[in-house]
Structure formats: structure tokens, C-alpha cells
């Protein structure tokens, strides 16, 4: 197997688990359970996962979507997050490409992909994982600069939080309620990731969001789904505007030199 099949295959794996964690994360987050302690548990039956149970999407198939002590139906979410989380970490392992900023980019992904189902469903985003994914990218640049990286990643990091979050607090008092400050948090965070790779992406992951909400907002109009004043969770948005960065930076990197 060729090196970059060896990393991509090993990212695979790496998002499957990720993925499974973020089920965890997405499900007790908002019901301000903790995340590592108890085990995983069947939430009809309350009988704790066995190992192979815990197994990201095979499980799953060999149970046949029900679990095995009460029977009762385990969402498709489950496994469709786990294979979300594997697909969207292999893209930014090809579009961004084997370098420290990486770690920071599937940091992203991983909050991203978090966020944007929890707004999903209950309309907002927590604090705490906002606040935890700055904590990792954190950890992440004493690990770099430990490991004798002296890029300058903090400035540009911090520079790019401040505008992207500036950016949208801006747009959030003009639009007056349209949208929440989790939105900004969330934007600051993805926005500082983004601006890792370059200042630029950092405006098309915000210019990305817009696009695809209002692209979303008229499809809803003209479907009679919804009329203007229906509010939209705008994570998913948020989210796929960061997506949309990586391949923007894959196709015209160092772009404006910035
Ligand atoms: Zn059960």
C-alpha cells in the first residue's frame, strides 16, 4: 500500500472513532451529562454497551439498527455521524495535506460536525464545546511549539478569531435576532482554524455560510416550507461554509499571499 493510502485508511479509522464520540458529545452535551463517565449505555433499556456494541457503524448493520437487549430501534444518525465524521476527516486530509495545521483543521471538523447537529436539534450551541475545541487547539500549539515548530500560528490564530467573530457579532446586531452569539463563538473558532491556512479562507468560510443559508432560506420560501421570518439554525451553515474553506485553500493556496 502507497504511504498515502496507509494515512488515508488510518484517518478512516481515526474518523469512525471520532465520529463515535461525537454521537456521545452530540447526545449528552445539551442534557449536560459528562462525557466520559458513564460508559455507553442503551437509552431505552438503560443495559450498558458491550465492546463490540461500541463498534462505530458495524454494530449498527449486524444488529440491524435495534439494540440487542430491548429490541428497541437505534437511529441511522448513529452510523451516519460515524461515517460523516471518517469522510469529512479523509477530505481534509487531502485537501489540507500532512502538516502540522492539520490537527487544528480536524479540530474544526470534529466541533463542526458536533455543532451543527446539536443546533439541529435543539437550536443552539453549547458553550462548552466551543470552549473545549479552543481547548484543544491550545494544547495543540504547546505540543507545536514544544516539538520545536516556531511557526507563528498563535498571531495568526488570534488575529483571525478576533476578525471572524468581529465579523459576525457586526452582522448579528444588524440583523437583530437572526442570529445567536453561538453562532459568533462558533465562527470565532472556525474562523481562527481557517485563518491557520490563511486570512482569506477565513472570508469565504463566512461568505461559504451566508451563501449556502440564504441558498437554503429561498429554496424553503419557494417550497412554502417556511416564509421569511421562520427562524434556521445556522451551524450547518456555519459548518459547511468551513468545509467549503479547505477546498478553497486546496485549489488556491496562499491565496493573496496572505
Ligand atoms: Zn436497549
Redesign the pocket.
Not at 44 to 47: A, E, K, T
Not at 67 to 72: A, D, H, K, S
Given at each position: 500500500m502507497s504511504l498515502i493510502g496507509a494515512i488515508s485508511l488510518s484517518m478512516v479509522l481515526l474518523g469512525l472513532l471520532i465520529g463515535s464520540f461525537a454521537n456521545v458529545a452530540v447526545y449528552r452535551i445539551p442534557r449536560g451529562e459528562s462525557l466520559i463517565k458513564p460508559r455507553s449505555h442503551?437509552v431505552?433499556?438503560?443495559?450498558e454497551l458491550s465492546a463490540f456494541e461500541n463498534v462505530p457503524v458495524i454494530s449498527w448493520v449486524l444488529q440491524k439498527g435495534r439494540?440487542?437487549?430491548?429490541?428497541?430501534r437505534i437511529s441511522a444518525r448513529y452510523p451516519v455521524t460515524e461515517l460523516l465524521t471518517a469522510v469529512v476527516f479523509v477530505y481534509s486530509l487531502w485537501l489540507v495535506g500532512v502538516h502540522w495545521t492539520l490537527a487544528y483543521v480536524l479540530i474544526g471538523d470534529f466541533v463542526a460536525i458536533v455543532a451543527s447537529e446539536i443546533d439541529l436539534e435543539v437550536r443552539r450551541i453549547p458553550n462548552l464545546l466551543v470552549i473545549s475545541g479552543f481547548g484543544l487547539c491550545l494544547v495543540s500549539m504547546v505540543v507545536q511549539f514544544l516539538s520545536g515548530d516556531s511557526s507563528r500560528q498563535l498571531d495568526r490564530f488570534f488575529i483571525a478569531l478576533i476578525a471572524s467573530s468581529g465579523a459576525l457579532y457586526a452582522i448579528a446586531l444588524i440583523s437583530r435576532g437572526g442570529m445567536g452569539m453561538g453562532d459568533v463563538k462558533l465562527v470565532g473558532l472556525l474562523g481562527a482554524i481557517a485563518g491557520l491556512l490563511g486570512y482569506p479562507y477565513v472570508f469565504i468560510l463566512i461568505l461559504g455560510a451566508f451563501a449556502f443559508g440564504s441558498i437554503f432560506g429561498i429554496a424553503l420560501i419557494a417550497l412554502k416550507r417556511a416564509d421569511r421570518k421562520s427562524a434556521v439554525p445556522f451551524g450547518p451553515f456555519i459548518g459547511a461554509g468551513y468545509i467549503v474553506s479547505q477546498l478553497a485553500y486546496h485549489f488556491t493556496p496562499h491565496l493573496l499571499g496572505l
Open positions: 442503551c431505552s433499556c438503560d443495559r439494540c440487542r437487549g430491548c429490541g428497541v
